[in-house]
């Protein structure tokens, strides 16, 4: 085999299923091999930011690492926002980026693509992926693919691989995967019977589950687990979706000031949290009604388990996971929950369309046609993707970047073969909405909602004076046909309900709904998030 091959074929081994990317001349050789080989099935896509954001999204929805492969240069350093987002949130991307030939970089020429030096772009990935390689010794390359792909899977965050074009067919020998690394089984047994030590003696005990969960695939591990432990299971916002389809006593989705008074109350009230796989991050817990002391809780996340003010460390979470589940008792009653409840019931009448309309509009919908795997790009959008009914849902619910929502939509399909819901803002459409004119090359047919309101709303809600968060009215119903799909713009919640029967019935083509949503209306989650945002960040809030 030569070296495109021998990564291809380690890239399928440890889980990938696809390679989405957009070549460049210092990466048409491999894009070549990959085309030829036929070891993985190649999705070409408009802009790399979309690249990006497509194979975080298989990633996710997969629990597996996806390949991202870019040209040197402008290309790679064009998908530095989404691989940093992928870091941020923990999804494990392959980067492969094709480079100079060892020939061409040492005519001491400056090179087309280069920014500063020949080495810039390995620096610049340095800084937002757990481990990178150069594949520029065939001899050498298997061990460095297989290290670089272990510790992919191993942290759940992207990694960076560099092929010079000069070296995309020399012979190689195949890559030998690495194992697991040891875990010391002592350190594990003292730890699991200090958790369950603490969840004993307390007497509201709480299970948060966070992103890991889905990326290293236990969801239906923590689901057992909380029935053995008896207690209430919540989810984080970037946990949104965790543990959907399983049967867990799942009370809801932590939001803080922003969400469920109960669910707010009994995260707040615990006096030990068990937190699994999540990030403690501003937009978990920045809303937090009452400081959450996380002295008192159990944090197991990134390989490691603090409780109070000690750590345990080399302790992966599906170990960890695995041995509570071994030695914990069983529980002695389990909680009595009120389930989570969504709106249901939209109104279809000739008044104009909320956002808190579209969360009822997609509920109803689901209620009759079933679920849908959601992808939501940030803004208004992914605040009412938290008052959809809890399903899988990938969503920049941490680095908040824009742009995610139809690149990662695809990047669903793609993986799953699922047709995908996109929520996404008129703002955040017009960065990478145009992603959708290739889904007539794959077959690819989501519905997206477009939310409509001619704003950076969300901009707006915390500075209200500025009118640079104007925008104008786009017609992006009027530009669906030029894409390959179907568009159309509703007014009202009786449009909204026939649009959306409508696009269900429609296979083949992608069908975009262009809610036209007035001014200044946001979602009930979002008014209480910037309300909470506004009141605790006043001056001695707190
Ligand atoms: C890549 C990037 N650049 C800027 C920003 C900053 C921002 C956060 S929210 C927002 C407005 C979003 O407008 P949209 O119409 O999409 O949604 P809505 O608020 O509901 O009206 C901006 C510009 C982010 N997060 N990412
Ligand atoms: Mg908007």
């Given at each position: 085999m030569n070296l495109s091959q021998v990564l291809l074929s380690a890239l399928k081994?440890?889980?990938a299923r696809e390679v989405f990317g957009i070549p460049g001349d210092f990466a048409?050789?491999?894009?070549?091999?990959?085309?030829?080989?036929?070891?993985l099935p190649?999705?070409?896509?408009s802009h790399e930011p979309g690249v990006g954001f497509a194979a975080d999204?298989?990633?996710?929805?997969?629990?597996?690492?996806?390949?991202?492969?870019?040209?040197y240069g402008a290309g790679a350093l064009n998908m530095v926002n989404p691989v940093a987002g992928a870091y941020a949130e923990k999804s494990p991307v392959v980067v492969i980026s094709g480079a100079p030939g060892k020939g061409e970089a040492s005519t001491g020429l400056l090179l087309h693509h280069q920014a500063k030096t020949l080495d810039s772009q390995f620096a610049i990935y340095q800084e937002i992926t757990c481990d990178q390689a150069r594949l520029t010794d065939a001899r050498t390359a298997p061990a460095e693919i297989a290290r670089v792909l272990a510790s992919c899977l191993r942290e759940s965050r992207p990694v960076y691989i560099e092929l010079p074009r000069d070296m995309v067919a020399e012979p190689c020998e195949p890559v030998v995967a690495l194992g697991a690394p040891a875990v010391d089984p002592a350190a594990l047994d003292a730890c699991t019977d200090e958790i369950?030590?603490?969840?004993?003696?307390?007497?509201?005990?709480v299970l948060m589950v966070g992103v890991e969960v889905r990326r290293f695939d236990l969801e239906a591990q923590v689901a057992a687990l909380a029935r053995q432990l008896g207690i209430p299971v919540v989810t984080s916002i970037l946990g949104r979706g965790l543990l959907a389809g399983h049967d867990a006593p799942l009370a809801g989705t932590y939001l803080g000031v922003a969400g469920d008074e109960a669910v707010t109350a009994l995260v707040e009230d615990s006096d030990a949290l068990l937190m699994l796989g999540v990030l403690v991050s501003d937009t978990n817990f920045g809303?937090?009604?009452?400081?959450?002391d996380l002295r008192k809780a159990i944090h197991a996340c990134d390989g490691e388990v603090t409780l109070g003010y000690h750590t345990y460390a080399h302790l992966p979470l599906g170990q960890v996971v695995r041995r509570l589940l071994e030695r914990a008792p069983a529980a002695r009653q389990m909680p009595t929950l009120a389930p989570p409840s969504y709106p249901h019931g939209m109104v279809a009448d000739d008044a104009p369309i909320v956002p808190g309309d579209i969360a009822r509009g997609i509920n109803d919908l689901m209620a009759r046609h079933g679920v849908m795997p959601i992808a939501a790009d940030m803004g208004d959008c992914m605040f009412t993707a938290m008052e959809i009914a809890h399903q899988a849902l990938v969503a920049p619910g941490y680095y908040a970047t824009m742009g995610f929502g139809v690149p990662a939509g695809l990047?669903?399909?793609?993986?799953?073969?699922?047709?995908p819901l996109i929520l996404v803002g008129d703002g955040a459409f017009q960065m990478t909405g145009w992603e959708l004119g290739n889904c007539c090359r794959f077959g690819w047919d989501p519905i997206v909602l477009v939310f409509n309101n001619r704003?950076?709303?969300?901009?707006?809600?915390?500075?209200?004076?500025?009118?640079?968060?104007d925008l104008s009215a786009w017609d992006f119903a009027g530009m669906a046909a030029g894409l390959g799909g179907d568009g159309v713009r509703v007014d009202t919640r009786a449009e909204l309900a026939a649009a959306l029967e409508q696009a269900v019935a429609t296979r083949g083509r992608f069908q975009l709904i262009d809610v036209t949503i007035p001014r200044g209306e946001l979602s009930p989650t979002l008014k209480r998030f910037v309300a909470g945002v506004k009141r605790l960040s006043a001056p001695g809030a707190r």
């Open positions: 081994a440890h889980g048409l050789p491999f894009f070549r091999e990959i085309e030829n080989a036929g070891i190649l999705y070409t896509l999204a298989s990633a996710r929805i997969r629990s597996t690492l996806s390949v991202a492969a870019v040209t369950l030590a603490r969840l004993a003696a307390a007497e509201r005990p809303v937090s009604a009452r400081q959450i990047g669903l399909q793609a993986a799953t073969g699922e047709r704003s950076w709303e969300m901009l707006r809600t915390f500075q209200p004076e500025s009118s640079f968060n």
